[in-house]
């Protein structure tokens, strides 16, 4: 039995059908009513504590139990880190970080009485590189990245395993539903190179692959014998991506980077010079 956040659209949409054809009970949670065929949809919201335990307490009515959730809920923020304002950048968390953190906090107890139970968190590629003019996305998804990380040693003991699956871009409406720092507008110095980064971002969405590709990662990470503390689905540039920062010192990464991806970290009339770092 699974239980899946953010289950009306997009990759949440996309990991319900797939779960829910192959013959799984599935319940997909969201804010968003819809009607689905093969699975249980649950009015859920992530950034309301009620809502959450209500909805987890429901299908521990109807089923006995949670084999595996699945978080998917999250929104993007885009905007210059200086322009975005604090309080912008806590709704943006309360969704991306705390609301998957309320979701697990539900399950746990429900796992540790069956002493069974596995958890896959949606990240982002933006968890494992830091996106210029999406900082804050990025930050929300690094933060799952670590809980996870952290939580596994935790919850070992008791027969539950956690990861982290990053995505690269997809074709979902994650993008069109994209909020944008009120304050950057022609008036900030960030406005040009911002449109020019919206507008790349855009791009790319629309060229992802289906989300069914992320699903097809996640019927396959919950049915292996066990669980990886991450995995990456993307294209082969975006895996070349994670495997270079990984490798390369760090002003190189970021370099090349910067060079692929757009705005460049140096100012004006500096060399832009990859000069590497005494440690990567």
Same mark, same amino acid.
């Given at each position: 039995?699974?239980?899946?956040?953010?289950?009306?659209?997009?990759?949440?949409?996309?990991?319900?059908?797939?779960?829910?054809?192959?013959?799984?009970?599935?319940?997909?949670?969201?804010?968003?009513?819809?009607?689905?065929?093969?699975?249980?949809?649950?009015?859920?919201?992530?950034?309301?504590?009620?809502?959450? $335990?209500?909805?987890?307490?429901?299908?521990?009515?109807?089923?006995?139990?949670?084999? *595996?959730?699945?978080?998917? *809920?999250?929104?993007? &923020?885009?905007? /210059?880190? $200086?322009?975005?304002?604090?309080?912008?950048?806590?709704?943006? %968390?309360?969704?991306?970080?705390?609301?998957?953190?309320?979701?697990?906090?539900?399950?746990?107890?429900?796992?540790?009485?069956?002493?069974?139970?596995?958890?896959?968190?949606?990240?982002?590629?933006?968890?494992?590189?830091?996106?210029?003019?999406?900082?804050?996305?990025? *930050?929300?998804?690094?933060?799952?990245?670590?809980?996870?990380?952290?939580?596994?040693? $935790?919850?070992?003991?008791?027969?539950?395993?956690?990861?982290? &699956?990053? /995505?690269?871009? %997809?074709?979902?409406? &994650?993008?069109?539903?994209?909020?944008?720092?009120r304050a950057t507008d022609a008036r900030s110095?960030?406005?040009?190179?911002?449109?020019?980064?919206?507008? %790349?971002?855009?791009?790319?969405?629309?060229?992802?692959?289906?989300?069914?590709?992320?699903?097809?990662?996640? $019927? =396959?990470?919950?049915?292996?014998?066990?669980?990886?503390?991450?995995?990456?689905?993307?294209? +082969?540039?975006?895996?070349?991506?994670?495997?270079?920062?990984?490798?390369? +010192?760090?002003?190189?990464?970021? %370099?090349?980077?910067?060079?692929?991806?757009?705005? =460049?970290?140096?100012?004006?009339?500096? *060399?832009?010079?990859?000069?590497?770092?005494?440690?990567?």
């Open positions: 039995m699974v239980l899946v956040t953010g289950g009306s659209s997009g990759i949440g949409r996309a990991i319900c059908d797939r779960l829910g054809r192959a013959g799984g009970r599935v319940y997909g949670g969201s804010r968003t009513p819809c009607a689905p065929e093969c699975w249980t949809y649950l009015r859920l919201d992530v950034t309301d504590d009620a809502s959450v $335990e209500a909805a987890v307490a429901e299908i521990v009515r109807r089923e006995g139990r949670i084999d *595996a959730l699945v978080c998917c *809920a999250g929104v993007s &923020l885009a905007g /210059p880190v $200086e322009d975005t304002t604090v309080e912008e950048a806590q709704r943006h %968390f309360d969704v991306n970080f705390f609301g998957s953190v309320r979701t697990i906090r539900a399950v746990l107890p429900i796992m540790r009485s069956r002493r069974r139970g596995r958890i896959v968190v949606i990240g982002s590629i933006g968890g494992l590189i830091g996106l210029p003019y999406l900082g804050y996305y990025s *930050a929300t998804k690094f933060a799952l990245d670590g809980l996870i990380e952290a939580m596994r040693a $935790e919850v070992a003991p008791f027969g539950i395993e956690a990861a982290v &699956l990053h /995505p690269g871009d %997809f074709d979902t409406s &994650l993008g069109q539903r994209r909020t944008y720092s110095p960030y406005f040009a190179t911002f449109e020019r980064m919206r507008a %790349f971002h855009a791009g790319m969405e629309r060229q992802g692959r289906s989300p069914d590709a992320v699903a097809r990662k996640v $019927e =396959r990470m919950l049915a292996s014998r066990r669980l990886p503390v991450r995995a990456l689905v993307g294209s +082969p540039l975006e895996v070349l991506g994670v495997w270079g920062k990984a490798l390369l +010192p760090s002003r190189s990464f970021e %370099f090349l980077f910067c060079r692929a991806y757009g705005p =460049r970290p140096w100012g004006r009339g500096q *060399a832009a010079r990859a000069e590497p770092d005494p440690q990567p």
